[in-house]
């Protein structure tokens, strides 16, 4: 499950308002906003909410690159 999704099911299942989940993630609560959205966003950050919502990362490589070389997909796991 990509990471956008990952954590807007989090938040509406856990009813965890964004400004108390971006606390405890240590984030910025407009990069919260930033990730539901789609929007491109640091890994590190990133990392830190989806650990937040309980959940791990995997970096999904592309089987065979492209001419132009795309940033890899990361991918939300449930833990």
């Known amino acids: 499950m990509k990471y956008d999704i990952f ?6 299942s856990s009813g965890e308002p964004v400004g ?31 650990e937040a919502a309980g959940g791990s990362l995997e970096i999904i490589e ?5 001419a132009t070389s795309p940033e890899p997909a990361v991918q939300a796991q449930a833990q």
């Open 7 to 12: 954590i807007q099911s989090y938040l509406k």
């Open 20 to 50: 108390k989940f971006a606390e405890r993630a240590g984030v910025h609560r407009s990069s919260v906003y930033r990730a539901m959205d789609g929007q491109p966003i640091m890994f590190p950050l990133v990392k830190s909410m989806v």
């Open 62 to 66: 592309p089987p065979t690159p492209p």
